[in-house]
């Protein structure tokens, strides 16, 4: 029986029953391409269940209910009548505008603003709003596969060109946990990921730029501490939740190559 996309997907997930299992694991030993297959979505299995399980959903405050309650009251007396004309129409629009601005403002204190998110490299801030869906219950029963680690940086060599090491962080208090090949804008970004011993995952992505080389910078998106930089015709950004001196200090000293390799 031929084996597809969606057999391998329901192996890499531990769908498949035993029997149908057993025929997709021959087939992939004796084919070079469904190997590949299965190393790329081996590679790119993502996990959000555990990531969104983890997440707390903040309630809503109760400033912004007060202030909802008032502007819907106050359009109900407003719009009695028997219609509304184009000049209601465009005072309820911008009530809405603000209910929304005052919404953002309390929903999200401390978030950047429009004009500080835009300064934010495009393929930081995806990787940086996938990383906010990590806690450290995601990776806690994650275990390094060496195998598996070393398949997927030859892979990117092989295929995608991109030669890149994953920095053996121990010394800094971090336990490598996965290196994951993700996609942005069709460009291969790599995601390695490292658990400290207390605290939240911290994550070392690289991808390609040909931009000159910049030495390392913070800047905060959201709730992560980040540390980006240049070097090589690749860029580096290292995020978490973690003070910005800590990530600073060894988004240097692997920018300076001052700590080793443990793979590529």
């Known amino acids: 029986m031929a084996i597809d996309d969606t057999d391998l997907l329901a192996y890499v997930d531990g769908e498949l029953p035993p029997e149908r299992r057993a025929e997709v694991e021959a087939e992939v030993a004796s084919s070079a391409e469904l190997a590949q297959r299965l190393r790329a979505m081996r590679a790119s299995a993502l996990p959000y269940a555990?990531?969104?399980?983890?997440?707390?959903?903040?309630?809503?405050?109760?400033?912004?209910?007060r202030r909802i309650r008032e502007l819907t009251s106050r359009d109900s007396r407003r719009h009695a009548g028997r219609y509304w004309a184009w000049p209601k129409l465009a005072g309820a629009f911008a009530a809405g505008v603000l209910c929304c601005a005052v919404a953002?403002?309390?929903?999200?204190?401390?978030?950047?603003?429009?004009?500080?998110?835009?300064?934010?490299?495009?393929?930081?801030?995806?990787?940086?709003?996938?990383?906010q869906l990590y806690s450290r219950a995601t990776l806690t029963h994650v275990s390094e596969d060496p195998q598996l680690s070393m398949r997927i940086i030859n892979d990117l060599?092989?295929?995608?060109?991109?030669?890149v090491a994953v920095p053996d962080l121990r010394s800094a208090g971090l336990s490598f946990k996965r290196v994951q090949r993700l996609s942005f804008n069709q460009q291969p970004v790599v995601q390695i990921v490292y658990l400290p011993e207390r605290g939240e995952p911290i994550a070392l992505?690289?991808?390609?730029?040909?931009?000159?080389?910049?030495?390392?910078?913070?800047q905060q998106i959201g709730a992560l501490g980040t540390v980006a930089w240049r070097q090589g015709n690749l860029g580096y950004v290292l995020l978490g939740r973690a003070p910005t001196q800590?990530?600073?200090?060894l988004g240097r000293r692997i920018a300076a190559s001052q700590v080793g390799n443990l793979y590529g």
């Open 205 to 218: 992505c690289i991808t390609r730029d040909a931009r000159a080389d910049q030495t390392p910078h913070a």
């Open 246 to 249: 800590t990530l600073m200090d």
């Open 50 to 65: 555990a990531a969104f399980d983890a997440q707390a959903i903040p309630p809503v405050p109760d400033e912004l209910r």
């Open 157 to 163: 060599q092989e295929a995608d060109g991109l030669r």
């Open 104 to 131: 953002l403002r309390l929903l999200a204190p401390g978030t950047p603003t429009v004009s500080a998110a835009a300064q934010v490299a495009p393929w930081i801030q995806a990787v940086a709003d996938y990383q």
